[in-house]
Nanobody, 121 residues
C-alpha cells in the first residue's frame, strides 16, 4: 500500500499565497504521476494540477498562471504553490498519486486525507 500525507493549508486572505506538500510512502515500486485535486462544498472533486514522471505539467484553466506544481522524485513528494488566491479557491485539497507497488502490479490511484484551504478576508 501507499500512504500520502499532506501538509500545509489553512486560512489566507484573497491575493495571498499558500503552499501544500504531500509525501508518499509505503510499498512504492514506481510513481507514475502525482496530482492535486480539490472539492468545494456542494461541488464535484476536480483536478487542479498534474505532474508526470518526466516533469510534464497540466493545470486546470482556473488556476493557470497562479498555481505551480512541482515534485521531488527522490523524496516522493509533490508540492503545490498557490499564489493570488481567490475566494473561489476555497476547498479541501487532496493529493493523488498513480503508483505501482511492484513490477507485476497495475498502476492504481492513492489519495491523501485532504487539507482545507480557505480564502477569506
Amino acid at each position: 500500500q501507499v500512504q500520502l500525507v499532506e501538509t500545509g493549508g489553512g486560512l489566507v486572505q484573497p491575493g495571498g499565497s499558500l503552499g501544500l506538500s504531500c509525501a508518499a510512502s509505503g510499498s512504492i515500486f514506481v510513481i507514475n504521476s502525482m496530482a492535486w485535486h480539490r472539492q468545494a462544498p456542494g461541488k464535484q472533486r476536480e483536478v487542479v494540477a498534474v505532474i508526470t514522471n518526466d516533469g510534464s505539467t497540466n493545470y486546470a484553466d482556473s488556476v493557470k498562471g497562479r498555481f505551480t506544481i512541482a515534485r521531488d522524485n527522490a523524496k516522493n513528494t509533490v508540492y503545490l504553490q498557490m499564489n493570488s488566491l481567490k475566494p473561489e479557491d476555497t476547498a479541501v485539497y487532496y493529493c493523488n498519486t498513480r503508483a505501482q507497488t511492484a513490477a507485476w502490479t497495475l498502476p492504481r490511484d492513492y489519495w491523501g486525507q485532504g487539507t482545507q484551504v480557505t480564502v477569506s478576508s
